[in-house]
């Protein structure tokens, strides 16, 4: 029997964890529930930002799964923030945008299946030259409301998926409920990128490869939702954890 394949999580960093108040890893549990129930083996990946780490990491996983967590630093793509935007950002430590921004170099650079969520969505939009909605009651003022933290493990909205898309393939339905817990959004789309899922107020909440890039990555999926905290209960969202547990079966043994 063959093992399940190994998939890489990149997590966040609390300034101070419970064993010694010291730097500590930090990840919901849902994001290895979600790709064990898949069928993948899941190993977390600890914050650090070399590029040898990052590549012999990367090298010994079969997929890489980038996960949700705090704003990522504005300068990276804007190079000027007004004062009031400015107060909405929550930043994550500047090693983590680091390390992941090098995590996604070494998957293009290595082939890897890439499954990102949240967080992970907008930093690979940011990763291959897309910027943000910094602010999404400020900058779109007529959205419905995106930060919905008190029902984050329910669908509070549907969004519309793009006809032929990859996302369309796995879900199989025309709209996708979905739950709702970022106030930032995907603004300016990355070229190598096309959008997979919006919402009825044009806020992106897909991405993927266009059909032309597709080349460069065996699987690449972007969401601005959060299918770990609704896959036991929602089949779609299941989906999309075993499409990519597939193509990184898919992918491992096309390098035996």
């Known amino acids: ?5 190994l998939i890489l999580i990149s997590a966040g960093t609390e300034q101070r964890g419970a064993e010694f108040r010291d730097r500590s890893l930090s990840l ?26 990052v590549a012999e990491s990367v090298r010994r996983c079969n997929g890489v799964l980038l996960t949700g967590g705090d704003d990522i ?31 996604i170099d070494e998957v293009f650079r290595q082939r890897r299946p890439l499954l990102a969520i949240c967080r992970g969505h907008q930093l690979l939009n940011v990763a291959l030259g897309g910027t943000l909605i910094v602010d999404i009651p400020l ?10 933290m008190e029902r984050k493990n329910e669908i509070v909205h549907e969004v519309d998926v793009q006809v032929g898309s990859l996302l369309a ?18 603004e300016k789309v990355a070229k ?18 266009t059909p032309g890039q597709r080349h460069l990555l065996p699987f690449l999926l972007a969401v601005q939702f959060h299918p770990e ?25 096309a390098r035996v």
């Open 73 to 103: 630093q504005p300068r990276l793509y804007t190079e000027k923030l007004s004062p009031k935007l400015h107060k909405t950002v929550h930043l994550a430590i500047p090693e983590r945008d680091l390390f992941e921004l090098m995590l």
């Open 229 to 253: 905290r609704l896959f036991a209960r929602h089949r779609e969202h299941f989906e999309l954890f075993r499409c990519f547990i597939r193509a990184c079966t898919r992918n491992r043994r």
């Open 139 to 148: 900058q779109r003022p007529g959205a419905m409301k995106h930060t919905q």
């Open 169 to 186: 393939q796995i879900v199989d339905i025309p709209r996708l409920g979905v739950n709702s817990t970022h106030h930032q959004a995907v």
């Open 192 to 209: 190598p990128l096309c959008v997979s899922a919006a919402s009825i107020d044009g806020i992106v909440e897909g991405l993927e490869l």
């Open 1 to 5: 029997m063959n093992p399940p394949p």
């Open 28 to 53: 919901s549990f849902n994001y290895p529930r979600a790709i064990q129930a898949a069928g993948g083996l899941p190993l977390v990946a600890p914050c650090l930002p070399t590029r040898e780490f």
